[in-house]
C-alpha cells in the first residue's frame, strides 16, 4: 500500500461529496529526508482544474504532499473552481508548514460538478488530524469512484520498497485512463531519474491499457521518493521495479473495467516497430464489434483483420496469422483451425497477430463491451 514505503503517512475521511456518505478524501504525505517527484498527466487537451494546477506544483521536481478526492472532478468549473483547487492546496500547505506549490491536487467524479469548497477544505483538515503511518487502506478506499475495490500494490527492492494506491474502473485509454495514480518508495531516486523510470513504466503499463477507447480530464500519476531508506538503487533496477508496480494496478484496473466479462491481451508479434505493433493492438481493441464478438463469446477472427487493415503498420494484408486463446483460427489470412476449438468462456483472453514485417512486438489491454457497460455509463460519466 501506499505508506509501505518508510517516510510516508498517509489518510481517508469522509466530507460529505459523495451521497453515500462513503470516504471521499484522501492526503499523502511525505516526510522526508528528500521530496523528489515525477508526474505525467492526460493528453487530453480538455484539462480538469486540479491537473491545470498540479502540472506547475511539478516543474520542480519537489512535491511534498498529494491531496485526492472523490466525488467530483473539478472540472469545466470555472474560476470557481480552480479558486478551489488553490485554496485546498494552502490549506493542506499551512497545515504541513510548507508551500501551496509544493502540493499536488487531484480530483475524480462527475464532470461539471461544483464541489463544495467548504466540504473539500474541511475533508483536507480532517485528512490531515488523522494522517498515520498505516492510513494507506483508508486512502485507497477514500479515491474511488465506479471501482468496486480498492486498488493497491507494494514492490520490494533490496532494502527499498515502492507502494501504490490507483482508481480507476472506466474510461481507461491511452495517455492514462481516468485514473488517479500515486506511488511512493523510500528509495533515494533524484527527480530526473524518477521522472525517467515513471515515464518508462507508464509507456508499458498505463499507456498500453484501452478499455473503451475513451480519454478522460483528470488522469495523474505521481510518484513520489522519501529517501527514507537511505539506498540509492540504480536507474535499471528502480525501474524494472517501478513498472512492475505500474504493471500490477494497471491489471487491477482492467479487472474492474465496469461491467466487463472477459480481460482481453492484444499481442502483436513481428511488428516492422514498437509503435506500429501498438498502433494495431490498439485498432483491435478499440473494435465494437470485435469485442461484442468476445461477450459472445464467438472467435471472429475476421473483425481482428478488418481492424488492422485500418492502420498505417507494414504488413502484408494476404499474409496474416491470429490466434485466440492459443488457438491459431487465421493462417496467411485464411482459415485454418475450427473456431469451434476456441474455449472463449474463460474471464481472460489472449489474442495474437503476427504480422511477418519485423522483430518488435507488444501487448495492449482491453475489455468486453457488455450490456452491464452500457448501462453503467448511461447514468455516470467521468
Request: charged share 20%.
Amino acid at each position: 500500500m501506499i505508506t509501505a514505503p518508510a517516510g510516508f503517512r498517509a489518510a481517508g475521511v469522509a466530507a460529505g461529496l459523495k451521497s453515500t456518505g462513503a470516504k471521499d478524501v484522501a492526503l499523502v504525505v511525505n516526510d522526508g529526508p528528500t521530496y523528489d517527484s515525477a508526474s505525467v498527466f492526460t493528453a487530453n487537451r480538455c484539462k480538469a482544474n486540479p491537473v491545470l494546477w498540479s502540472q506547475e506544483v511539478v516543474k520542480d521536481g519537489t512535491v511534498r504532499a498529494v491531496f485526492l478526492n472523490s466525488g467530483g472532478a473539478n472540472c469545466y468549473t470555472g474560476p470557481e473552481g480552480f479558486q478551489t483547487t488553490h485554496a485546498v492546496a494552502e490549506t493542506v500547505a499551512d497545515r504541513l508548514g510548507i508551500g501551496a506549490l509544493d502540493v499536488v491536487v487531484c480530483s475524480t467524479g462527475l464532470i461539471g460538478l461544483t464541489n463544495s469548497r467548504e466540504q473539500v477544505l474541511a475533508g483536507a483538515t480532517a485528512a490531515y488530524d488523522v494522517l498515520a503511518t498505516d492510513g494507506g487502506q483508508q486512502a485507497a478506499e477514500a479515491i474511488m469512484t465506479t471501482d468496486s475495490v480498492s486498488k493497491q500494490v507494494v514492490v520490494e527492492g533490496a532494502g527499498w520498497s515502492i507502494g501504490g494506491m490507483a482508481k480507476g474502473a472506466g474510461m481507461l485509454a491511452p495517455q492514462l485512463a481516468t485514473m488517479l495514480v500515486v506511488l511512493t518508495t523510500d528509495a533515494v531516486v533524484p527527480a530526473a531519474d524518477l521522472d525517467t523510470a515513471l515515464r518508462a513504466a507508464t509507456r508499458v503499463s498505463f499507456d498500453r491499457l484501452d478499455s473503451d477507447g475513451c480519454m478522460s480530464t483528470n488522469d495523474t500519476v505521481t510518484v513520489l521518493a522519501s529517501g527514507a531508506s537511505g539506498i540509492t538503487p540504480s536507474l535499471p533496477d528502480f525501474t524494472e521495479a517501478l513498472t512492475q508496480a505500474c504493471t500490477d494496478l494497471a491489471m487491477q484496473l482492467l479487472r474492474d473495467a465496469e461491467g466487463a466479462d472477459h480481460e482481453i491481451a492484444i499481442t502483436v508479434l513481428n511488428a516492422a516497430t514498437e509503435d506500429e505493433a501498438v498502433e494495431v493492438g490498439r485498432s483491435v481493441a478499440r473494435s465494437n464489434l470485435f469485442k461484442a464478438a468476445v461477450f459472445g463469446n464467438d472467435p471472429n477472427w475476421g473483425r481482428v483483420l478488418a481492424s488492422i487493415g485500418t492502420t498505417q503498420a507494414a504488413f502484408d494484408p494476404a499474409d496474416l496469422d491470429v490466434a485466440m486463446n492459443g488457438v491459431w483460427v487465421c493462417k496467411q489470412s485464411t482459415p485454418h483451425a475450427d473456431p469451434e476449438t476456441v474455449d472463449l468462456k474463460p474471464r481472460e483472453v489472449s489474442v495474437t497477430i503476427d504480422l511477418k514485417a519485423g522483430s518488435e512486438r507488444a501487448t495492449v489491454w482491453t475489455n468486453d463491451l457488455t450490456h452491464a457497460y452500457v448501462h453503467e455509463n448511461s447514468a455516470y460519466s467521468s
